[in-house]
C-alpha cells in the first residue's frame, strides 16, 4: 500500500462562524467620518499623470494600497505630495523612467492602470505582470488587447509587457467579451489623449468609472457615457 501525504488524513477544525452580539435600545449620538472609496482614489491619482499641471485630491483614504500607488508614482518620477491626511497633490511634469516593476504589482494589483494614462501621453511603457510569468490567460489579456486595437504595439516578455505607441495612439471601438472594470477605466484613460472617436462598450458601470469621468472632463477630457453600458470619448492632444 502507497502511503499517503500527511494532509490527506488531516481533517481541521471546522472554522467557527464570527458573530457580532448587539444591544440595542440606546440613543447614538456621535460624527463619524467617511472617507473616500479606495477604488476612486487609486484610479484618479493614475490619471493625474496624464497633464503636467499640479492636481490636488483630499478625502483620500489613508490606506496601503493608495500608499503603494503614491510611492509608485514617485519611483516613475511623478511629484507626489502628502501635505496631510486625506490629502495628495500629484504633478507629473517629466516622467523619465517609465517602468512600473513587479514588486509595486506585487504589492498592488491595481498598478496596472498606469498602463493606459502613461501609455497614451508618453508614447511608451513597462508594465510587469501583476500576476507575474505564469503561464496560461493572464488577467490583463482586456487591458493589453484595447491598447493594441488603438494601435499599441505591446511584446510580453520575462513576466513584463513592453508597450509604445508610435505616433498617438487611434480612437476606435473597443468591445470587450464580458464587462472588466479596471479594463473599461484603463480604455478611458488611453482614449482622452487618443486621435479621433473611442466607444467602449460593455462598460462597466460601477460608480468609480463616473468619478474617473468627471475628474477628466475637469482636465479638459471630452468623455460621457451615452449609454449606461456606453462609454464615448473624443481625443485631446492634451489635458489641462
Known sequence: MVDRPFHWEYTPEPARPEAFRIEGGRPLVGTVRVSGAKNAALKLLAAATLTGERCRFTNVPEIEDVRVMADTLRDLGVVVDHPSDGVYEVASGDVDWLFVPLEAAAKMRASFILLGPLLS?????????????????RPVNLHVDAMRA????????????????????????????????????????????????????PAAQEPEIDDLIAFLCKMGADVERTYPDTIEINGKKRLR
Request: aromatic share 10%; proline share 4%; glycine share 16%.
Open 121 to 137: 501621453r508618453f508614447g511608451r511603457v513597462i508594465m510587469s505582470n501583476p500576476g507575474g510569468d505564469r503561464i496560461g490567460r
Open 150 to 201: 488603438m494601435g499599441a504595439e505591446i511584446v510580453y516578455r520575462n513576466g513584463y509587457y513592453f508597450a509604445q505607441a508610435p505616433g498617438r495612439l487611434r480612437g476606435g471601438e473597443i468591445r470587450f467579451p464580458f464587462v472588466t472594470v479596471m479594463g473599461t477605466e484603463n480604455t478611458i484613460l488611453a482614449a482622452t489623449l487618443a486621435e479621433g472617436h473611442t466607444i467602449v462598450r
